[in-house]
């Protein structure tokens, strides 16, 4: 068993918050070698908490002790020209720098990537920032809560019309943009050699959402039809029931779409009579009649616990989970059997408890091993090896370079096949393919996939080749068809499988093994296979068998639970979060299975929880219930660890016009003030420093949403940058499109399709100044199957034409 997959490769860590430590967390938990320097006064984050008993202290901070394990800290002042030579020496021998400061900053202090690159040409520089290294943005001051509403995903999906749009209880963007950088920062590394050489890496945690989560599902039908969904505050409202409702002791997530879930739903509810009318069969007639089913619902519920609920419909063959609160998640049996949390020691904290590795690899495990390190606890073993001139050499990559190596995309060269069904699953195809991997979605005609049937459709004509939203979420995969309920098909997977690199499947519960396609059998054929498998609780344990939705996940993280209105009951986020998040971090975990493959010659099957993964989102309130028996509620847009007052979101003129301010800073607040010109209200003494302005955050929000509400969102959101204020207008899905930085930024592109219409997808979210991604639409189904059947796996023309008539090909 190796110590860690990534183990070799060394990372320079130059950054603070979340974002930039929790991408730099991931390569440490599986074995890189993470250096972490901070200023001399520490992380922003050893000064939020939550701390032991609330008492303050710069080593007991609970959310950098989960961001930082396995890490070594050095302090270096680099406003000083002599430590910030220091530091050039320690990139130097780096593989990787992961930083998250202003782009100006990094140019003033002689660090930005043409810099480092001409004193150490293999660097890879990935650049996490809240807007992106270009646009009219990228000098913007800006936090978590900004770049969040700025991605139109508040708007669009969480909230009640009328009120201000919400963000999950969480740093949701920062972890968003953590996942997307630690992939695709991984894959420049990974194929550096056939890139020929070290690359910047420009990861905007805004356009990240913007494009994978907002974008894929509304961006080409506004482009098409120009109209755009609002957020609704009860649920997806294409289908129902599909909410969060009360229930005995809480709630719980409702959701049975299709007519073997409803049916089953009834049969628990004692089959009244309402739900057997024939027009309740269809999902999108009960959404059409939601007002009178929902109460109906809750009538039942509200008798029931929220387990009893979820047990019952879960045997019912109903995704319906528990929206579980932070405790009743971390103390589920189900993540004491598979080893979630882990035990470290802690030399001012003593024995702590902390989220494991949001995913499992069998011959290299992986995870926390050490405890966040002290404030510069290593600088005599790391600053003094550079002072006597001691500079290690950047990591050889394990990789060989194929032919015509030098400028090609980072994972030319590696072939996926892909079983992932409707999401979560292409997407990390998608990640893979947008980086060069080629990538093979295997589906069938016998069970069109379900994002094929979403509308809009091309022109307005219904044909599963032409669902906008199938070809902007499944772009970099390719396709070939076959009906697997065929053992002859089956056996094509097979022989596919044998000449590919990596699987990706995402079934339900055993299907794959009933499929005679599992991991045992692929192995088979080819012994050296990366499999990559995301079930939603994981392959072992009490809740592996649990179905769920992207939706509905995220119940049984916590995170629902922190989601709504300050103090209020949880408010469903109306799309699934977890799915691109999901999809793209499991991109991450193939590439890190494939290191390992490359350096030892094994590969092994990779047990991706989306619960555990997700949950990771959940690590600052996890830490205040293990530092303090606090269980977390709904925030609002409040900090996630009430670290910053003014921290909200704002009305403005016009309809459902909004403003992001976030105060972390007392100059931000004086500059605030002095944007506003020194009102009364706000120049109290009371209010200088943050303690103050924490204590009296309701009078300060209601005081501030009065005098926003007299201004443009956009115009304000300028004039309080200029004055150094964070701040950013709050977008919805028609700003996305016209969005001036977005725009500059090449988030969305107008492409031909290969059946002759015009349509507007996302392209590469995150910039690579060497190789920018591969992007096309989404393909026809069975685009590539004469290439796949006849040229790679060498099936004779008149066998081909069999399969195809025999409807095994299909």
Not at 415 to 442: C, D, H, M, S
Request: glycine fraction near 12%; hydrophobic fraction near 40%.
């Amino acid at each position: 068993m190796s110590r860690g997959a990534l183990e070799g490769i060394k990372v320079v860590e130059l950054g603070q918050r979340v974002a930039a430590p929790y991408c730099a967390k991931l390569f440490a938990d599986y074995g890189a070698d993470v250096v972490k320097v901070e200023p001399p006064a520490g992380d922003a984050t050893r000064r939020w908490g939550p701390f032991p008993n609330d008492v303050p202290h710069p080593e007991k901070s609970g959310l950098y002790h989960f961001l930082n394990t396995n890490k070594r800290s050095v302090t270096l002042d680099v406003g000083s020209f002599d430590e910030r030579d220091l530091l050039r020496q320690l990139m130097a021998g780096a593989d990787v720098l992961i930083e998250d400061n202003p782009p100006e900053r990094m140019q003033e202090w002689g660090l930005d990537f043409d810099t480092l690159s001409a004193l150490n040409p293999n660097l890879v520089m990935i650049s996490i920032t809240p807007f992106g290294q270009t646009g009219p943005y990228a000098g913007w001051k800006g936090y978590d809560l900004n770049a969040f509403h700025l991605t139109g995903a508040g708007s669009r999906y969480c909230g009640t019309p009328g009120n201000a749009p919400l963000e999950h209880g969480t740093f949701a963007a920062e972890f968003f943009g953590a996942a997307a950088a630690s992939a695709w920062g991984l894959a420049a590394f990974y194929g550096r050699e056939q890139a020929g050489g070290g690359q910047q890496l420009d990861v905007s945690c805004a356009e990240a959402i913007t494009a994978t989560f907002v974008g894929g599902q509304n961006i080409g039908a506004y482009a098409q039809d120009g109209v755009f969904g609002h957020r609704t505050g009860v649920g997806m409202p294409l289908g129902a029931p599909a909410t969060i409702v009360p229930c005995k002791d809480g709630h719980v997530w409702m959701l049975a779409l299709e007519p073997g879930q409803w049916n089953g739903l009834a049969r628990v509810m004692g089959n009244p009579d309402w739900m057997q009318l024939e027009m309740f069969q269809d999902m999108a007639t009960r959404a059409q009649n939601a007002d009178a089913i929902y109460p109906l619902i809750e009538e039942w519920t509200g008798e029931r616990g929220k387990q009893e609920i979820m047990d019952q419909c879960q045997e019912a063959g109903c995704p319906i989970t528990a929206v579980f609160d932070v405790a009743e998640a971390v103390q589920h049996p189900h993540l004491t059997e598979r080893g979630y949390l882990v035990d470290l020691e802690h030399a001012e904290l003593g024995r702590i408890r902390s989220l494991g590795a949001p995913f499992k690899l069998p011959d290299c495990p992986g995870g926390p091993e050490r405890a966040a390190p002290l404030l510069g606890q290593h600088n005599s073993e790391v600053l003094a090896n550079l002072a006597s001139g001691t500079v290690a050499k950047p990591a050889a990559c394990a990789r060989p370079a194929t032919a015509g190596a030098g400028g090609a995309l980072p994972l030319d060269g590696i072939r996926v096949a892909n079983f992932g069904w409707v999401w979560a699953g292409p997407v990390t195809g998608q990640t893979l393919g947008f980086l060069g991997a080629e990538v093979y979605k295997i589906e069938s005609r016998s069970r069109v996939d379900l994002l094929r049937t979403l509308p809009p459709f091309a022109g307005g004509i219904r044909d599963p080749d032409r669902s906008l939203s199938n070809h902007a979420c499944w772009a970099g995969n390719g396709s070939v068809t076959l009906d697997l309920k065929r053992e002859e098909a089956r056996d094509l997977a097979r022989q596919l499988v044998a000449k590919s690199d990596v699987v990706i499947e995402n079934f339900g519960p055993c299907v794959i093994d009933r499929l005679g396609l599992g991991y045992d059998d692929l192995r088979k054929v080819k012994p050296d296979l990366v499999m990559f498998s995301m079930p939603a609780a994981g392959l072992f344990g009490p809740l592996k068998d649990i179905r769920t939705y992207g939706l509905s996940l995220t119940s049984t993280t916590g995170l629902d639970s922190l989601t709504g209105y300050f103090g209020g009951p949880p408010v469903p986020v109306e799309n699934a979060f977890s799915d691109p998040y999901n999809g793209i971090l499991g991109a991450f975990a193939v590439l890190t299975a494939l290191r390992h493959r490359d350096r030892t010659g094994r590969g092994q099957h990779v047990d991706y929880s989306q619960q555990e993964a997700v949950m990771q989102m959940v690590g600052p309130a996890f830490m205040d219930y293990e530092m303090n028996g606090r269980v977390a509620t709904t925030l609002g847009n409040r900090h996630p660890l009430g670290a910053a007052s003014p921290h909200g979101v704002f009305p403005c003129a016009g309809e459902d016009r909004w403003i992001s301010i976030a105060v972390h800073e007392d100059d931000e607040w004086r500059n605030l003030v002095r944007a506003m010109d020194h009102p009364e209200w706000a120049t109290s003494p009371e209010l200088a420093g943050g303690a103050g302005r924490l204590e009296r955050l309701e009078a300060i929000h209601e005081n501030l949403a009065a005098w926003t509400r007299a201004f443009d969102d956009r115009e304000l959101a300028e004039r309080l940058q200029r004055e150094g204020v964070p701040a950013a207008p709050v977008l919805n899905v028609a700003d996305l499109l016209e969005d001036p930085h977005y725009r500059a930024r090449g988030t969305f592109l107008s492409v031909r399709h290969p059946l002759g219409f015009d349509e507007t997808i996302y392209g590469g979210y995150v910039k690579m100044s060497r190789t920018p991604a591969r992007v096309e639409p989404g393909p026809v189904m069975g685009r590539d199957n004469d290439f796949v059947f006849k040229q790679l796996l060498g099936l004779p023309e008149e066998r081909y034409r069999e399969f195809v008539e025999e409807q095994i090909i299909y």
